[in-house]
Nanobody
Framework: QVQLVESGGGLVQAGGSLRLSCAAS????????MGWFHQAPGKEREFVAA????????NYADSVKGRFTISRDNAKNTVYLQMNSLKPEDTAVYYC?????????????????WGQGTQVTVSS
């Protein structure tokens, strides 16, 4: 069992940056695949980025490649999402997700644990 708490959301102008953090409870954080997803109003939850247990493998949605960077610090039980060159279409609630596995997944249906979400709003 792991609990996830996101932070770092807020209001930013287009072209700006935000850094999201997700703090996880538990002693086995380094065994977890971690992912970020977002959900805009009226839309389904979508994959943003994921990082494997060691940080050696990452994957991004095409819409954020080159702008967002996912990273993790296993000593701090935390995963990050650095978001640069933000666009109004990035506006959404961002969720952190986890699954205890060494296999890499990008579908929300493959993740077992979810945070409460943090709002990101990008103004034009």
């Amino acid at each position: 069992q792991v609990q996830l708490v996101e932070s770092g959301g807020g209001l930013v102008q287009a072209g700006g940056s935000l850094r999201l953090s997700c703090a996880a409870s538990g002693r086995t954080f380094s065994s977890y695949l971690m992912g970020w997803f977002h959900q805009a109003p009226g839309k389904e939850r979508e994959f943003v980025a994921a990082i494997n247990w060691s940080g050696g493998m990452t994957n991004y949605a095409d819409s954020v490649k080159g702008r967002f960077t996912i990273s993790r610090d296993n000593a701090k039980n935390t995963v990050y999402l650095q978001m640069n060159s933000l666009k109004p279409e990035d506006t959404a609630v961002y969720y952190c997700a986890a699954r205890r596995t060494f296999v890499f997944y990008v579908s929300q249906h493959d993740y077992d644990y979810w945070g409460q979400g943090t709002q990101v709003t990008v103004s034009s």
